[in-house]
C-alpha cells in the first residue's frame, strides 16, 4: 500500500456479531468501511479476551479492503509473526507492552507487514520519539483499552496535535481508537489524525439482516471529518 493522507474509517469488529464474523465484514466493507479494526485482547495487557491467531486468520479471506491488528497483549514479540501469518495487513503493538518496543516494531518489519505503534491514554506522546523511522502509523488511543462503548477522552486530542509535530514531513498515519463517532472526529481531524476507528457507533442500529444503517454511520463520521479537513485546508 503506498502513503494514503484520506481520511479513513476502520470499524472494530469487536462490535460485530461474534457468531457471524465473515457475513459483518462483508456487510460493513459493502457499506463504505475503508480498513476493517481487529482488536486483539489478552486478559492481562487488558482486562478482556478475544482473538488469537487462527481466530484472524479465519476472518482474512473474508477482508477484501486492509486487516488492521491492533494488539491489546504483553508480551508481544513471541505472537508477531503468529499473527503476520494470519494474514494482518498492519500489525499496530502498544509502547506499554515491555521494555523493547524498538525491538517490537522491528520485529514487526520484518514480517514485511506494515508496523504500528500504540499509546494509552496516560502515556504521553514523547515517549515515541525514537522510533517514529520505524513506523507506519500511531495509534492514539482515546478511551483505555479493553472495551469497546466507553466515553472519548478528550485530552487525546492535543496529544494527536503533538505526535502530528513530532512526525513532521515523514509518511506516517495517525490513527484514534475509542469513542470516535461524528461529534468527536472533527477535533481530531484538525489535529491532524487521518484514520478512525469506530465500533459501536458504526455498528449501531444494523445487522448483517439490516445492514444499510452501517452505511450511514460510516458515511456521517466521514462527513463530519471531512468537513474538519476542508475547514484546516
Ligand atoms: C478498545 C478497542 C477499540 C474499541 C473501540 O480497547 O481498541 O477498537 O473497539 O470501540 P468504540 O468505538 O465503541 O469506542
Ligand atoms: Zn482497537
Keep these: 500500500m503506498s502513503f494514503d493522507r484520506s481520511i479513513k474509517i476502520a470499524p472494530s469488529i469487536l462490535s ?15 457499506q463504505g468501511a475503508d480498513w476493517v479494526h481487529v482488536d486483539v485482547m489478552d486478559g492481562h495487557f487488558v482486562p478482556n479476551l478475544t482473538f488469537g ?22 508480551p508481544v514479540d513471541p505472537y508477531i509473526e503468529a499473527y503476520a501469518e494470519a494474514g494482518a495487513d498492519m500489525i499496530t503493538a502498544h509502547w506499554e507492552a515491555g521494555p523493547h518496543p524498538h525491538r517490537t ?8 507487514k506494515m508496523a504500528g505503534i500504540s499509546l494509552n491514554p496516560g502515556t504521553p506522546a514523547a515517549v515515541i520519539s525514537e522510533l517514529l523511522d520505524l513506523v507506519d502509523m500511531v495509534l492514539v488511543m482515546s478511551v483505555n483499552p479493553g472495551f469497546g462503548g466507553q466515553k472519548f477522552i478528550p485530552t487525546s486530542v492535543e496529544k494527536v496535535r503533538q505526535v502530528r509535530e513530532m512526525i513532521g514531513d515523514r509518511e506516517i498515519m495517525i490513527q484514534v481508537d475509542g469513542g470516535v463517532d461524528p461529534n468527536t472526529v472533527g477535533p481530531l481531524v484538525a489535529a491532524g489524525a487521518d484514520c478512525f476507528v469506530a465500533g459501536s457507533a458504526v455498528f449501531k442500529g444494523g445487522s448483517v439482516d439490516n445492514p444499510a444503517p452501517y452505511g450511514e454511520n460510516i458515511r456521517a463520521i466521514r462527513a463530519a471529518a471531512q468537513g474538519a479537513l476542508k475547514d484546516v485546508a
Design 16 to 30: 460485530a456479531d461474534f457468531a457471524n464474523f465473515g457475513e459483518e465484514i462483508r456487510a460493513i466493507e459493502a
Design 53 to 74: 491467531p487462527p481466530a484472524v486468520k479465519a476472518f482474512r479471506p473474508h477482508v477484501t479492503t486492509f486487516m488492521d491488528v491492533h494488539l491489546m497483549i504483553a
Design 105 to 112: 516494531l522491528q520485529a514487526i518489519k520484518a514480517t514485511g
